[in-house]
Structures are given as structure tokens and as C-alpha cells.
């Protein structure tokens, strides 16, 4: 079936690490964004991405960077972690020509910084 | 930018009771409401949407109403079930275009006791 896989899963790193989290898709979807999730502040955005040479910052990117290697790759990078960076982070694609707008979300990667 | 707001931050009910979570929004533009709902451990699934020329949509025991003058939106569970028990997330946005990008509200812990 197609689908958003997300890399790692599970990640445990320490303070000052650079670290990468991957999404891939098989969907066909031209839209890719990436979401942060903490308990009692719902999904926030960092960064979204409408195709290739189309990048944007979302609500909370400091900190943050991306880049979208193919329309079906979209990675977020942490510079330098910090442990406020803790959180639940979710890709998610979305399809342009598609009704509904509803985003399709990856498993999710658990990133804990120590 | 847009703000939502979701109301209640939990919520138990019996099971075969009915439940209403409800959401406001800030930007007039916003005409895509989606609704989802996240099990422990997993990622978040659509559930329902409406869009703004449409007052109520219903799918078999769940229903969302949008009333765009208050800028607010509800989602109805009638016959809850224990299985319904989990996170439930309001969104809105623009439809289209380059401004389509979701903003979420905090989320409700709904607890369905058997």
C-alpha cells in the first residue's frame, strides 16, 4: 500500500548533536510538511514544502532545517539538539490535485534529546 | 497567521453517550476543516472534513457542524464506544493553493468508559 514512512522511529541523542529525521513516500503526493507534537500543544508546524524547489517556514522553525531531495523525500534536520527539542515528530503529505485536502501522516519518529 | 482553539482539553462520557468537541478559528480566509483522531501510540487519522459551503456532514455515528459567522466548528460522536476513546484534533485552513497548510488545535483526550 502506499504510504509516508518516517526514520528512525526511536531516537536518542545527546545535547549538540546534529541529527537527521527522514520521510519518504510512495503516495505521489507533491505536498510534504513536518510537525512537531508535545503533550497539551497539539501538532505545531516547522517546515512545509509544495514541491521540490519550494520550501517554507512553518510556526517554529528555529532550530530546524529541511531539505527535499525528490518529490518523495523530505528530511528535517537538527542543527545543534537541544533538549527542548524532545517531542514526537510527524511528517505528513498532502495532495494538490486530490478533494478532500486531508494530509496523509507518517508513523511518527520519538526523539529524545539527553 | 491562523489560530485554532479546541475545547475540551478532556472529555469522559459513558459509553452510548454522545460527544461534542468544539473549535474556533481566527482567519476568515480558513474554509477547510478536517478532523482527526489519534489512538495511543499512533499516527494521527482523518475522520471527517467540511468545507465552508456546506453547514453539516455526517458519517454514520459522527457528524461536523461549521458555522462560519461565529468561526466555529463541532464535532459530534453520538453512541460512543469504547473503541472511539482517543485524541481528537480540529484543524483549518485555506483550501488551495499556496496558502493551504494546516494549523491544529491542541487536541482532546476523549475517554469513552465502558
Known amino acids: 500500500d502506499a504510504d509516508v514512512t518516517q526514520t528512525p522511529r526511536n531516537r536518542i541523542t545527546k545535547t549538540g548533536k546534529r541529527i537527521m529525521l527522514e520521510c519518504s513516500q510512495t503516495?505521489?503526493?507533491?505536498?510534504m510538511y513536518w510537525y512537531r507534537q508535545d503533550p497539551g500543544l497539539g501538532l505545531r508546524l516547522i517546515y512545509y514544502s509544495f514541491d521540490v524547489k519550494d520550501i517554507n517556514k512553518g510556526e517554529i522553525s528555529d532550530g530546524y532545517s529541511v531539505s527535499r531531495q525528490a518529490q518523495a523525500k523530505f528530511s528535517l534536520s537538527l542543527e545543534s539538539a537541544i533538549p527542548n527539542q524532545t517531542a514526537l515528530y510527524f511528517c505528513?503529505?498532502?495532495?494538490?490535485?486530490?478533494?478532500?485536502?486531508?494530509?496523509?501522516f507518517g508513523s511518527g519518529t520519538r526523539l529524545t534529546v539527553v | 497567521g491562523e489560530n485554532v482553539e479546541q475545547h475540551p482539553s478532556t472529555l469522559s462520557v459513558q459509553e452510548g453517550d454522545s460527544a461534542v468537541i468544539k473549535c474556533t478559528y481566527s482567519?476568515?480566509?480558513?474554509?477547510?476543516f478536517p478532523w482527526y483522531k489519534q489512538e495511543l501510540g499512533k499516527r494521527p487519522q482523518l475522520i471527517i472534513d467540511?468545507?465552508?459551503?456546506?453547514g453539516e456532514k455526517k458519517d454514520q455515528r459522527i457528524a461536523v457542524t461549521l458555522n462560519k459567522t461565529a468561526k466555529h466548528f463541532s464535532l459530534h460522536i453520538t453512541e460512543t464506544q469504547p473503541e472511539d476513546s482517543a485524541v481528537y484534533f480540529c484543524a483549518a485552513s485555506p483550501s488551495g493553493g499556496s496558502n493551504y497548510k494546516l494549523t491544529f488545535g491542541k487536541g482532546t483526550l476523549l475517554t469513552v468508559n465502558p
Open positions: 503516495k505521489g503526493h507533491d505536498r
Open positions: 467540511i468545507r465552508s459551503n456546506v
Open positions: 505528513a503529505t498532502s495532495d494538490t490535485r486530490a478533494s478532500p485536502y486531508g494530509y496523509t
Open positions: 482567519d476568515s480566509a480558513s474554509n477547510y
